[in-house]
């Protein structure tokens, strides 16, 4: 089991930014990738961006130039530096951690429990 905990949402302007945090811990061994989606009110939830162990990364077109997602492996801890927030960025961002199940081929995922961004127009 892994337990995601997220830090650094709230309230920023229009071209704001904002740096979200999220530590892992339990099988923190057993991760591979780390990464963020989001959810706004009526909207499926998305992805935003992942990072794999091997530093490879991949953005939704959306937020691509403007999100840079990091990982520090040591402490598993994934951020996401978010610039240039726009109103529609506004919604619960969730961390994902994809784990290896041992002795199988199986990903096992984790989620946070998801922090609030909003930006006010």
């Known amino acids: 089991q892994v337990k995601l905990v997220e830090s650094g949402g709230g309230l920023v302007q229009t071209g704001g930014s904002l740096r979200l945090s999220c530590a892992a811990s339990?099988?923190?061994?057993?991760?591979?990738?780390m990464g963020w989606y989001r959810q706004s009110p009526g909207k499926q939830r998305e992805p935003v961006a992942t990072?794999?162990?091997?530093?490879?990364?991949k953005y939704a077109d959306s937020v691509r130039g403007r999100f840079t997602i990091a990982r520090d492996n040591d402490k598993i801890t994934v951020y996401l530096q978010m610039n240039s927030l726009q109103p529609e960025d506004s919604a619960v961002y969730y961390c994902?951690?994809?784990?290896?199940?041992?002795?199988?081929?199986?990903?096992?995922?984790?989620w946070g429990q998801g922090t609030q961004v909003t930006v006010s127009s």
């Open positions: 994902i951690a994809d784990s290896v199940v041992a002795g199988t081929f199986s990903i096992l995922r984790s």
């Open positions: 339990g099988n923190i061994s057993s991760i591979d990738t």
């Open positions: 990072m794999n162990t091997s530093g490879s990364t």
